[in-house]
């Protein structure tokens, strides 16, 4: 081989080594744009689904400073956040076993109790926080809250909740104001079931249920054993001095 062919190879190696570094620089930058791509609409899509909206039009029951929940007895000692989903057939369960207590525990204005309707398992969460919602305005909240659970179907989202249906329920409950009817055709809380949704993961709610007294997270192994659950109660009544 001559000086010249060996020249030759030498540049031609060198000029397909080059054009290899480019292509696998430029598929490198494709792929680093494609990442920072994918965390910039992430980063957009989590700030818009978490913002919160003041000029949401919320239940009569409500205080924003008690997380946009549905609340009775505000200046009960003991304060119990209950987050639930309609949806939820631990919620379900959950409200099988202590519905009798915790509603009797409201009526006889032992507990401050801080409802929020959450709606993470879908559109029929949400059409169903809102109508719970709704009853609320009609004072019939614990009644729907039981009915929901009551009727829940055996599948998620499966077409079961609509307005119509919502509507019906709320009759069946005694609900006989057509401003129910039109809250929950008009959508009239949806907003506000955003802003419950958005304040739970505020403070890392990541399950339903999830109950809390005065502040305090309760095992989840104790929802469905009574004797522990209303021991947590019982323990929270003697330290605020309830009877």
Known sequence: MTENSERGDVMAKKEKKSKLDAKDNGTRNIVI???IL??????????????????????????????YGIEFNKSAPVKVDFYEDFQCPHCRDFEVVNNTYINGLVTAG??????????????????????????????KFLEMHKALYQNQPATENDGTWTNAKLVQLGQSLG???SAYDNCVNKGQYINWVNNVE?????QNINSTPTVLINGKTLPQGDYLDPVAFQAAFNAAFKASGVK
């Open 38 to 67: 994918v965390i910039v609409v992430g980063a957009i899509t989590a700030i818009t689904k978490n913002r919160t909206n003041s000029h949401a039009t919320a239940p009569s029951a409500v205080a924003t400073s008690d997380g």
């Open 175 to 177: 609900i006989t104001s």
């Open 110 to 139: 032992k507990i401050h109790a801080v409802y929020h309707p959450m709606s993470f398992i879908g559109p029929e969460s949400i059409l169903t926080a809102a109508a719970s919602a709704c009853a609320s305005d009609q004072g």
């Open 198 to 202: 958005n304040y739970a993961g505020s």
């Open 33 to 35: 744009g494609m990442i």
